[in-house]
């Protein structure tokens, strides 16, 4: 399916005459292939795609000839070429060749335009940072909202909240068996196996899944390290944990929210409120069909924060926003968004009960911050955000 707002900005950013690497990166099956293929049907140059998901034999070798027959067509005449590598951190050392090939093209004046796509942030942290820095811009693609998701397979509110924003298994949603085996088949293992175990030296395997599968079943809850700890097996250390759901979270797949305390220091030491980047995979993990999860006010009213939580935690990705938690004792606030020394604090309400006491106590202690909240079920001239008006939102309108 299209996601025009990604095209379009793909497209504004090729056609200018400055020359950057155009880098499309986000967590696998939200549609970056799909992205770049459709903006190639309206590119007016040549053009060449190729991916190296593939790849057998010696990479440096393929990606040199790839790069070589680029630079013939602008030999032989093309004013313009755009290069497009998918997958390519799948490339052992990639990012030092592509200097290189890049570095010469700028010397020698050859018009070649690239676009580099993969799949998540581990892409990043493995070499555009430390070798082309100066040299790209990014184009962070995050997972299917619920506006996309309703437009493309009719989801209804509900069924977002529960099936989450994967288009590729959307189809299947009245075979849950059938869906949830393509979800932890084709998309949850072969994340985990081609996109983290296979790009990061991972010394025991079998915890980093267990992780994922805890942490995935506690979306919208603080869960200390220290309770983690007992719940795994082998589980190492607290440093290890750490290190494993920093790893999840840059594959865009399961993230710990810190606790907002103006303190940078104080924040990264907190318990993480574990956080889902698409509710599909707490779905996965809850043990619990659709009917069964709407059964439960608990179980739903989690299901409902958790769905807030995806939807901020991909819109302040893409805007550079801060995004945490707030707690005092027993009064807590779900969400605070923070830019500079802008600041808002969003409370998530699931039921009819709306006791707003750590709201007031967190406006007290930052009187500047904007406060809302959002609820599943608002009664006309309550204050609250109707959740599906939320979930059209961009965070920025909120501070």
């Not at 755009?82 to 052992?92: A, S, T």
């Not at 995050?142 to 298994?169: D, Q, V």
């Not at 779900?334 to 707003?356: Q, T, Y």
Request: charged share 25%.
């Amino acid at each position: 399916m299209e996601r025009s707002k990604y095209i379009s900005e793909l497209a504004k950013r090729v056609s200018e005459g400055r020359r950057f690497m155009q880098v499309v990166a986000g967590a696998r099956q939200v549609g970056k292939t799909t992205i770049i293929n459709q903006f190639l049907d309206s590119y007016p140059h040549d053009s060449i795609y190729e991916s190296a998901d593939s790849v057998t034999g010696s990479s440096r070798a393929w990606l040199e000839q790839v790069w070589n027959s680029a630079r013939l067509k602008i030999r032989t005449g093309s004013p313009e070429v755009l290069l497009v590598i998918d997958e390519v951190q799948k490339l052992p050392d990639w990012s030092e060749l592509v200097k290189k090939l890049w570095d010469e093209d700028s010397r020698s004046k050859a018009n070649i335009k690239v676009i580099l796509s993969g799949s998540s942030r581990l892409l990043i942290e493995k070499g555009l940072t430390e070798s082309l820095h100066g040299r790209f811009e990014l184009i962070q693609v995050p997972h299917w909202s619920f506006p996309e998701m309703r437009e493309a397979f009719g989801f209804r509110l509900e069924e977002y909240i529960y099936f989450g924003g994967y288009p590729g298994p959307a189809p299947l949603i009245q075979e849950e068996k059938r869906w949830k085996s393509y979800l932890r088949d084709s998309i949850i293992e072969t994340s985990i196996s081609r996109d983290i175990l296979m790009l990061t030296a991972i010394t025991k395997p079998a915890l980093l899944r267990q992780l994922f599968e805890l942490g995935a079943a506690y979306s919208s809850q603080v869960l200390p390290f220290n309770k983690m700890l007992g719940s795994l097996t082998d589980a190492g250390n607290t440093v290890t944990l750490s290190h494993y759901l920093e790893l999840l979270d840059q594959a865009r797949f399961l993230g710990g929210l810190q606790k907002y305390s103006g303190s940078t220091q104080r924040s990264r030491s907190s318990s993480p409120k574990l956080q889902v980047y698409n509710n599909a995979l707490f779905a996965a993990m809850c043990g619990k069909s659709f009917s069964e999860s709407k059964a439960a006010p608990d179980l739903w009213g989690r299901f409902v924060e958790s769905c807030v939580g995806s939807h901020l935690v991909n819109s302040c990705m893409e805007s550079g926003l801060s995004l945490t938690y707030w707690r005092d004792g027993n009064d807590e606030v779900d969400f605070v968004i923070a830019e500079g020394d802008r600041l808002c604090g969003i409370e998530v309400k699931s039921g009819r009960r709306l006791s707003n006491k750590g709201m007031d106590v967190f406006k007290q202690r930052y009187p500047s911050a904007k406060v809302y909240v959002v609820s599943s079920q608002t009664a006309e001239g309550s204050g609250c955000i109707r959740l599906e008006d939320f979930l059209t939102l961009s965070p920025e309108v909120l501070l």
